[in-house]
Structure formats: structure tokens, C-alpha cells
């Protein structure tokens, strides 16, 4: 019932940044808590930032102060800025969104978002020396 493309991926220098974006399809008219998460391969998906419709925030320890997350609800979509990068913020990044519950601190849970989410397909992000 939703769908969500992410796009703004790429292959950057340490150090150097990038703004994902995510394009959200939504029908009803509901509000939606949204996260951005990634993954490398043969780990669990983690979460890095979330947004609440009001604008509340949570971010990663690990990206606190280098990823900003915000979303344009008139046009549906949700971004990442994404400065100072290191090869360890390397993986597949993926938005994801929730109506209910509709909190930073449960879409940011996998095991929520799995069975609840709903999730674009991802965009590599892959961050060199």
C-alpha cells in the first residue's frame, strides 16, 4: 500500500558526503514515523536516524552529529544528509515508514519494521580511503 524508492547512493572519499532521498507513496492520507536504516552483507539491518511526523529526532551514536535526517511531507519524501563519511558508514542504506506505532523509538527496531514497515529496496552507499 506504500511504496518507497530511495536514491542518492554512490561511491564517495572519506570525508566527503551525500543526501540520500526517499520518495513515498501514501494513500489515506495517514502520518507516518520514517527511519533510515542500512546493512552489510551477513549482519542485521540497523537503524541510523528516525523522524517523527512533529519533527522529533534520533540518531545512531555512531552518526550523531554527521547524518541529518528530515522530510518533506508535502512531497512525501524523506532525506539523509550524510557529512564527514568513513568506510564504516559503507552498506546499503533503506528508508522505511510506520503509521502505527508511530514512534522514534519503534520504528528504529528492526523487529518492529519487519513486521509492520514498510520499506524501499535500498541504495548502496559505499565510502572509501
Known amino acids: 500500500q506504500v511504496r518507497m524508492v530511495e536514491s542518492g547512493g554512490g561511491s564517495v572519499q572519506t570525508g566527503g558526503s551525500l543526501r540520500l532521498s526517499c520518495a513515498a507513496s501514501k494513500f489515506g492520507g495517514r502520518s507516518y514515523c520514517m527511519a533510515w536504516f542500512r546493512q552489510v552483507p551477513g549482519k542485521d539491518r540497523e537503524a541510523v536516524a528516525a523522524?517523527?511526523?512533529?519533527?522529533?529526532?534520533w540518531y545512531e551514536d555512531s552518526v550523531k552529529g554527521r547524518f541529518t535526517i528530515s522530510q518533506d511531507r508535502s512531497k512525501k519524501s524523506l532525506y539523509l544528509e550524510m557529512n564527514t563519511l568513513t568506510p564504516e558508514d559503507t552498506a546499503m542504506y533503506y528508508c522505511?515508514?510506520?503509521?502505527?506505532?508511530?514512534?522514534?523509538?519503534?520504528?528504529?527496531?528492526?523487529?518492529?519494521?519487519?513486521?509492520?514497515?514498510?520499506w524501499g529496496q535500498g541504495t548502496q552507499v559505499t565510502v572509501s580511503l
Open positions: 522505511a515508514a510506520n503509521a502505527e506505532p508511530c514512534s522514534v523509538g519503534t520504528v528504529r527496531r528492526l523487529e518492529v519494521m519487519t513486521a509492520l514497515g514498510h
Open positions: 523522524i517523527e511526523p512533529d519533527g522529533t529526532t
